[in-house]
């Protein structure tokens, strides 16, 4: 059974880098999947931030892409998430995610546990 | 980008009632939306994608169908664990996902 769990602090200070990983088991990170990072919060729903596949291409969300990092560690079974100048409007719960594609366009199937991120000092 | 809006906001039905939630896409996506439903505290799960095709393991009390702009998620009958937040989600473009407001479905 696939499984996304996720680590990171709950706390980051504004205009720090708010760091998350997510670990997977019950298969490998180099299969054929995109490998995601979505947000939650009550202001803006749900944000998708962004997502890579294990050969390394990323695609981010526009609104976030200046900002965001997605890298895997395929040694490690992992992907992570690197969001720099975190401001009051990064707190959300912060989800991993894996996608599959159907006919053309990749779903979430998995999910992580969640983890809620706050921007404070 | 393309805005998703769903609707109602909030439906309230009895248990064994049908449920008929409703996601209207801005601009053309073809088929390509899903359905997810969340619980409190949880991740959302996914229902339905390709606007039709159930997921592994959800029921067949859950439908979807649509395309276009226009799409629905149908619950044949509702059962007690059924009443949660559903979302819409598109993309059609894939540097731009986007998800709708979410339809509340509460017990009656």
């Known amino acids: 059974q696939v499984q996304l769990q996720q680590s990171g602090p709950g706390l980051v200070k504004p205009s720090g880098t708010l760091s998350l990983t997510c670990a997977l088991s019950?298969?490998?990170?180099?299969?054929?999947?995109?490998w995601s990072w979505v947000r939650q919060s009550p202001e803006k729903g749900l944000e998708w931030i962004g997502e890579?596949?294990?050969?390394?291409?990323?695609n981010y969300n526009p609104s976030l892409e200046s900002r965001v990092t997605i890298s895997v560690d395929k040694s490690k079974n992992q992907f992570s998430l690197k969001l720099t100048s975190v401001t009051a409007a990064d707190t959300a719960v912060y989800y991993c995610?894996?996608?599959?594609?159907?006919?053309?366009?990749?779903?979430?199937?998995?999910w992580g546990q969640g983890t809620r991120v706050t921007v404070s000092s | 980008e393309i805005v998703l809006t769903q609707s109602p906001a909030t439906l309230s039905l009895s248990p064994g009632e049908g449920a008929t939630l409703s996601c209207r896409a801005s601009q053309y996506i073809g088929t390509y939306l899903a359905w997810y439903q969340q619980k409190p505290g949880q991740a959302p799960r996914l229902l339905i994608y390709d606007a039709s095709t159930r997921a592994t393991g959800v029921p067949a009390r859950f439908s979807g169908s649509g395309s276009g702009t226009d799409f629905t998620l149908t619950i044949s009958s509702l059962e007690p664990e059924d009443f949660a937040v559903y979302y819409c989600h598109q993309r059609y473009n894939w540097r731009a996902l986007t998800v709708g407001g979410g339809t509340k479905v509460e017990i009656k």
């Open positions: 890579i596949h294990h050969g390394g291409t990323t």
């Open positions: 995610a894996r996608a599959f594609v159907a006919a053309r366009s990749p779903y979430f199937d998995f």
């Open positions: 019950g298969d490998s990170i180099s299969t054929n999947y995109w």
